[in-house]
């Protein structure tokens, strides 16, 4: 597991991560963390390297904790985000980027603890994740989070099941060896691969989702789709 904390204040990185090490080793978890003293830097490194939690000041000079998170957002949509800082301020700001907690300083460890928890429980289920180039960096996407997948051109759109669509820089074939069957996903169309969860119904040309997407099935697919999907939903 991979967690970065961004602060200006240096004392403040080397009180938290004894913190930090000690929930790890409570849930044998590897942990390495990432220490950065300003926005940029963080910003840079999430770009290279996709963080699993990040731990963001919110009152730093030249770039603030909320304009850093901004930035991370449109990096990765779906990093969990967690505000540690000095004022209660920002507090309604934090719910504009979805941070996951707003924790003032000085560090309350039950209250860091439970926080912690709380994302373990949400990355555990994550496990079946799929860490995908965008044009700005990389998008760790959450399986059970996708709708369906569209090929359009040399790119993939990601439609998620909140109404939100992403634009990944993956070969569609890569993704259908993640997007399978054995994950709950069918390819229905050259084009398009779809979340077996979410189909509310389907014909001989096309499926509607819970989510009101409607979806084409190839003719050359619907035999195999069919077969897959009935596999899927009654074993």
């Not at 000079?61 to 505000?83: H, K, W």
């Not at 890569?174 to 994950?183: L, M």
Request: glycine share 2%; charged share 25%; hydrophobic share 40%.
């Amino acid at each position: 597991m991979k967690i970065a904390i961004c602060d200006d204040e240096i004392q403040f990185i080397d009180a938290l991560c004894p913190l930090l090490e000690q929930w790890a080793k409570k849930h044998e978890i590897s942990l390495t963390l990432h220490r950065f003293t300003n926005g940029d830097d963080l910003i840079a490194a999430h770009q290279d390297e996709c963080m699993d939690l990040i731990i963001l000041d919110m009152i730093m000079p030249l770039l603030s904790g909320m304009d850093t998170a901004r930035e991370l957002r449109n990096i990765n949509q779906t990093v969990p985000i967690v505000f540690l800082t000095s004022s209660k301020e920002f507090a309604i700001d934090s719910y504009e980027v979805k941070a996951l907690n707003y924790l003032i300083k000085p560090v309350d460890h039950v209250k860091l603890f439970h926080t912690l928890d709380d994302f373990l429980k949400s990355f555990t289920l994550a496990q079946t994740t799929f860490t995908a180039r965008t044009t700005s960096g990389f998008c760790r996407i959450i399986l059970t989070d996708v709708d369906y997948l569209e090929a359009q051109n040399k790119q993939v759109l990601v439609h998620w099941t909140n109404g939100r669509t992403t634009v990944i820089r993956e070969l569609f074939s890569k993704c259908e060896e993640v997007f399978s069957p054995e994950n709950g996903f069918c390819r229905c169309h050259r084009s398009y691969i779809v979340n077996l969860r979410n189909i509310e119904q389907f014909s001989k040309t096309e499926i509607t989702t819970s989510h009101s997407a409607v979806i084409p099935i190839s003719r050359s697919n619907y035999t195999a789709f069919k077969e897959i999907y009935f596999n899927y939903m009654f074993g």
